[in-house]
């Protein structure tokens, strides 16, 4: 079987309504599939005004507004008549499902029904949103009802080394294989970094700038940040915080750091050249699978300070391209921030050696990957 001869079907709860890493990830593997000659329709929620263009034929499925306050990300009501006549008259011969939400559930049991191969794509972790917002004691039951979901497909691919420990913990038992990342080594890399941008956000020339980089998002780790921050300004750390991005907490975090200066959302060469500017990133989310943001850091030349949990520990060399820190550590981030910031030299080796370790990180190897899984699953029907 060739690549031309596959058709997927991708389901999405995001596939580019509100920009987050694990949607830019699935464009740039429609792009990979697209160029490599397979059919691809992808099935996602949809808004009139999504955050940019779809890559590929995107059907829209019908959905309503997230409650609790996250309405900028939208349920889809499951497969309709409407999009399971469409999904039947398109024929796939593999079936990708990205999330575990209710499309998911459906597009899983519909491929079984029809004795199509169904491989799915783990991007986040959900289970761990739940301790951001005073529910933590849910998130045992989240992660059965996870292993319960993967474990109905014929693969699953994970984004990192960690992340297959982890599911296996849990006891998902299908096949489970990697789906790494990638970087764009042009947009992302130490030239592209602007003395004179830094001094127009308010940066001066000496001034050492820890960085946020993500979607304004408690799940995001911001209280961790915030927490980091006063710890920080208690030693007189000097220091300038830099975030960049949007998103629904941005207020909320403007009142805890409030000397925090907000470069909003970049994309393209300005996206590269704000990750420059900074000279330590922090990243103490545990909700990442992989960390794009942080290998973007690296190969920025950007040290790194993240919690020790899945995707980071994948990434950074401890000690050697930045440190890695239990995830609710305060003092242990603050040690960890406050040398770096003490010490140029550190800064500029820890930023040498992760543009290095970047360098291994590529699209096309990584969405190379999910193709011959596909190619895989399908050539067995």
């Not at 596939?15 to 464009?27: H, P």
């Amino acid at each position: 079987m060739d690549a031309s001869d596959l058709r997927i079907a991708l389901f999405s709860g995001n596939y580019n309504y509100v920009r987050d890493g694990a949607n830019q990830s699935l464009n740039l593997l429609a792009r990979h599939l697209l160029d490599r000659g397979v059919t691809l329709r992808v099935y996602s929620p949809t808004v009139d005004m999504p955050a940019f263009p779809p890559t590929g034929d995107l059907v829209s499925v019908p959905s309503v507004p997230m409650i609790g306050g996250r309405g900028e990300y939208r349920v889809a009501l499951g497969l309709t008549p409407q999009v399971k006549a469409d999904l039947e008259a398109f024929a796939p011969t593999v079936v990708h499902v990205s999330a575990p939400e209710f499309l998911g559930h459906a597009a899983v049991r519909w491929a079984k029904k029809n004795g199509v191969p169904a491989l799915a794509s783990f991007h986040t972790r959900f289970e761990t949103y739940f301790r951001y917002y005073g529910a933590d004691f849910i998130e045992p039951l989240i992660a059965s009802l996870m292993t319960r979901f993967y474990n109905k497909f014929d693969r699953v691919m994970v984004p990192s080394p960690s992340m297959v420990d982890l599911v296996r913990d849990w006891g998902v038992t299908a096949p489970v294989s990697i789906w790494s990342r990638g970087i764009d080594h042009d947009r992302f890399r130490p030239d592209r970094r602007s003395l004179e941008w830094r001094r127009a956000m308010g940066i001066a020339d000496d001034d050492v700038a820890v960085g946020f980089l993500g979607r304004l998002v408690k799940e995001k780790g911001l209280d961790v940040f915030a927490e980091v921050l006063d710890q920080l300004r208690a030693r007189a750390v000097p220091l300038k915080v830099l975030a960049i991005g949007k998103g629904p907490a941005q207020g909320w975090f403007a009142e805890r750091a409030p000397d925090t200066i907000f470069a909003g959302h970049q994309s393209g060469n300005d996206l590269g050249r704000a990750v420059a500017a900074m000279d330590v990133f922090f990243n103490p989310s545990i909700s990442e699978t992989f960390g794009n943001v942080t290998t973007e850091a690296m190969a920025s030349g950007v040290p790194v300070v993240a919690a020790r949990a899945t995707g980071a520990v994948d990434l950074v060399e401890d000690g050697v391209t930045g440190f890695l820190v239990d995830p609710a550590d305060i003092d242990g981030y603050a040690d960890a921030i406050a040398h770096i910031v003490a010490d140029p030299a550190l800064r500029r080796a820890m930023g040498a050696a992760g543009h290095q370790k970047a360098q291994r990180y590529r699209w096309d190897t990584a969405n190379q990957a999910v193709l011959d899984a596909y190619l895989e699953l399908a050539a067995p029907r």
